[in-house]
């Protein structure tokens, strides 16, 4: 079976000041883990993948990943927060040992961010 | 290049009747999968197809069903409405089955049930 659980249901920043959204994940079998943004009626976008290659993961609009096995962490960081990174945030893992890339979702981390 | 496409984007229905909706993967992909995402909620498994079989199912009753066509296009069945089914419905594609496999969402369908 795999979970993932989400730390902070909402997280505030200041435009230009780093951003930190927590990840913990559980999984029977090595994990894919990825991170997909969802914008106010937008679809799901993937920012990043880790796939058991580089533990630290760089994607789009400037987040990166660490993958921590020893923590089984996957936490999201930005260096500089930007006004339209404002967005919520859904950490997933997929068992790839399991053969199925069925996805289970965290309940989300909204990214609330001022001026 | 289209992505995940779904249809309609919105639709209301009252308890009791029946719904289907519709899911056309991005060029190149076999495997559909759906997800329910309520209201304030992360998306939830339904169900994945590959070669026109379910091959997973999530936690869902058996209200839920769908079918996977020869083109790789996807339904979306849903019997009996409930209000608690009042979600947005996401169809993801993948190429191929397994885990390490990026899934490509589509816009969702908003379903209300009255």
């Known amino acids: 079976a795999q979970s993932v659980t989400q730390l902070d249901s909402h997280v505030s920043v200041s435009e230009g000041t780093p951003v930190l959204l927590r990840c913990n994940y559980s999984?029977?079998?090595?994990?894919?883990l990825f991170w997909y943004v969802q914008h106010p009626n937008k679809g799901l976008q993937l920012l990043l993948k880790y796939t058991s290659a580089a533990t630290l993961v760089k994607g789009i609009n400037g987040f990166e990943a660490e993958f921590k096995k020893s923590e089984t962490s996957f936490h999201l960081t930005k260096p500089s927060a930007h006004m339209s990174d404002a967005a919520e945030y859904f950490c997933?893992?997929?068992?790839?040992?399991?053969?199925?890339?069925?996805?289970?979702f965290g309940k989300g981390t909204m990214l609330l961010v001022s001026p | 290049d289209a992505g995940v496409t779904q249809s309609p984007t919105h639709l209301i229905k009252t308890r009791g009747q029946q719904v289907t909706l519709r899911c056309s993967p991005k060029s190149g992909h076999d495997t559909v999968s759906w997800y329910q995402q309520a209201l304030g909620q992360g998306p939830q498994f339904i169900f994945q197809?590959?070669?026109?079989?379910?091959?997973q199912r999530g936690n869902f009753p058996d209200r839920f069903s769908g079918h996977q066509f020869p083109n790789y296009s996807s339904e979306l069945n849903v019997n009996a409405l409930l209000l608690g089914d009042s979600a947005l419905y996401l169809c993801a594609s993948s190429a191929g089955l397994a885990g390490f496999r990026e899934q490509f969402f589509g816009p969702g369908t908003r379903l209300t049930v009255l």
């Open positions: 997933v893992v997929s068992d790839r040992g399991s053969g199925y890339s069925t996805l289970t």
């Open positions: 197809y590959y070669e026109e079989e379910e091959r």
């Open positions: 999984s029977s079998y090595s994990p894919s």
